[in-house]
C-alpha cells in the first residue's frame, strides 16, 4: 500500500513544483513518508505522509483518499488538510490545535510535514538570505510564531518514550532558524 500511496502522491502532484524552487514537489511528500517510516510508523501513517497535500493541493478529493487507502489514512489526511477559505492565522492556529489535542500519528504526520517544511526554509535562508520571508503569506514574526508554537505543543500528552526521535530535530531547527 505505500508504494501505492507515493504514486497517487506522484500522479496528483504532478507538474508542482516546492516554493522558491525548481525541485519537483513529490520532494517533500517523499521525505515526509520517509521519517514516518523511519520512526517506526504504521503503514497507514507512512501513506498519509504521501498523501498529505493531495487534497489541500490537487483536485482530489477525501472520498478518493478513502476509495484508495480506506478511513485511517483519510482521517489522518483529513485532520492535517488546512482549509484554505480561512485566514492564514485561523488555519495556522487550528494546526496548532490540533497538534496539541492528535494522536501520537496525527502529531508524528504533522511535524514531519513541519520538519520537512523547515529544512528546506534553511537550505533557502543559506542560498537567498533574508529575502526568502517575502515569499511567504506571513513573514518571519508570523512564521516564527507557528513554528515555536508547534514545537512548544508536539510531546503534550505523550510518555517520554512516544517522542519520535524527529520531534528533537525539529525542535533544534526551530531554534536554530527563529533564535
Request: charged share 30%; aromatic share 10%.
Amino acid at each position: 500500500m505505500i508504494k501505492e500511496a507515493r504514486n497517487f502522491a506522484a500522479e496528483a502532484h504532478k507538474g508542482q513544483k516546492r516554493k522558491n524552487s525548481n525541485t519537483d514537489y513529490i520532494v517533500h511528500p517523499e521525505r515526509v513518508a520517509e521519517s514516518l517510516l523511519k520512526a517506526g510508523f504504521s503503514t497507514e501513517v507512512v501513506c498519509a505522509g504521501y498523501l498529505h497535500d493531495v487534497v489541500e493541493d490537487t483536485s482530489y478529493t477525501l472520498k478518493d483518499i478513502e476509495k484508495e487507502f480506506g478511513g485511517e489514512v483519510k482521517a489522518l489526511v483529513d485532520a492535517h488538510t488546512e482549509n484554505k477559505s480561512k485566514s492564514w492565522q485561523e488555519r495556522k492556529s487550528h494546526t496548532i490545535q490540533s497538534v496539541r489535542e492528535g494522536s501520537l500519528e496525527l502529531k508524528a504526520l504533522i511535524v514531519a510535514d513541519k520538519l520537512d517544511n523547515l529544512q528546506s526554509l534553511n537550505q533557502d535562508l543559506e542560498i537567498n538570505g533574508d529575502k526568502v520571508w517575502s515569499n511567504f503569506n506571513a513573514g518571519y514574526t508570523h512564521q516564527k510564531w507557528f513554528y515555536q508554537s508547534v514545537a512548544e505543543v508536539m510531546g503534550v500528552g505523550l510518555k517520554e518514550k512516544d517522542v519520535p526521535a524527529f520531534f528533537n530535530t525539529y525542535r533544534k531547527l526551530v531554534k536554530q532558524t527563529f533564535d
